[in-house]
């Protein structure tokens, strides 16, 4: 199948792209910032802005693509603090250019991204997809709009756009910083972990090649739910002092400190089931595999 990746070559997209290749897919890099062809003919590189419509339908149209993985975004909400004007216009205004170029091309099945961020706080209670969210930042507001676009543009317009809502996700090449990253860093420079707040801190990790695989299945997927078209997207439920255990006895002589409470926002525990129903999920690695796999991923990218 032809597809085409927006925003291909940051943190979730490098891994759909190689795993897309990998399964003989024709993968078409729709990107802003120039460079040379690939060397392999499956792997298209196509220049263009997200917010250019006719630009998206003239690749669409050349490549004859079937599906999008649409990944391009601000995708910190940290920065959405400093500049929300800016992230409503990539993440939801760059969407919806998106949505109507493949609408108009005929590319029925999208595949969004939203974050854990669109639940905003929870107080503990658990996720389900019914749950009511309750974004505290501009970026977790435009992943809630952008599952609403999504579902949306199927009830009008016949598309199939599925987004994924992910959780906290870890492992691999990460710029965007976390709790998992910031400890397991700690952990290999030597360095005492500690959190003022975090003993009572819940997380919803996603390791990356989970990402990757429920992104695979979404594409092909026969049997999913327009109506509702969004799916949870976490490896496991676990809380930060689990996290840390793990990540102790991968390197030992890891200390952390964790005072009572939390530092950001709580989730109960995710509901995965229509996740493994309709896209065929099933966690790669457990959380304790997945956090050593990224300690030893960390330990090469520090020379450690």
């Known amino acids: 199948m032809n597809i085409m990746i927006t925003g291909s070559r940051g943190y979730i997209g490098r891994s759909m792209t190689t795993r897309l290749l990998e399964e003989g897919h024709t993968v078409v890099d729709y990107n802003r910032s120039l460079r ?32 999008v993985v649409h990944i391009a975004a601000q995708s910190s909400p940290w920065v959405s603090r400093i500049v929300p004007y800016q992230t409503m216009d990539t993440n939801l205004m760059g969407t919806t ?14 595949i969004l991204y939203s974050s854990e961020c669109a639940y905003g706080e929870q107080n503990y209670r658990p996720c389900t997809l019914k ?11 435009t992943k809630a709009a952008t599952e609403m676009l999504g579902r949306a543009y199927n009830i009008n317009y016949g598309m199939e756009c599925l987004t ?12 965007t910083p976390n709790c998992l990253k910031d400890a397991v ?12 707040h975090g003993a ?33 997207g976490i490896s496991q439920n676990c809380t930060l002092p689990e996290a840390c255990a793990l990540i102790k006895e991968a390197v030992p002589e890891f200390e952390y400190e964790l005072g009572p409470g939390n530092f950001m926002e709580t989730h109960g525990k995710w509901d995965m089931d229509a996740t493994y129903r309709d896209l065929g999920f099933k966690p790669r690695y457990s959380l304790k595999e997945g956090l050593a796999r990224y300690v030893e991923y960390m330990r090469r990218e520090l020379n450690l």
């Open 164 to 175: 994924i809502r992910c959780g906290m996700v870890y492992g691999g090449t990460q710029i």
């Open 185 to 196: 860093t700690c952990a290999l420079k030597g360095e005492k972990y500690i959190e003022e």
């Open 36 to 67: 040379t062809p690939y060397d392999d003919p499956k792997h298209i590189y196509a220049y263009g802005d997200l917010h250019d419509v006719p630009r998206m339908m003239d690749v669409m149209k050349e490549n004859e693509i079937k599906a």
């Open 200 to 232: 009572d801190q819940p997380l919803n990790p996603v390791y990356i090649d989970d990402i990757a695989d429920m992104s695979y299945n979404a594409i092909f997927a026969e049997e999913i739910d327009l109506e509702m078209a969004v799916y949870n």
């Open 97 to 110: 250019a998106l949505l109507e170029a493949a609408r108009l091309t005929g590319a029925k099945r999208v």
């Open 131 to 141: 749950t009511a969210c309750f974004p505290r930042t501009v970026y977790g507001v």
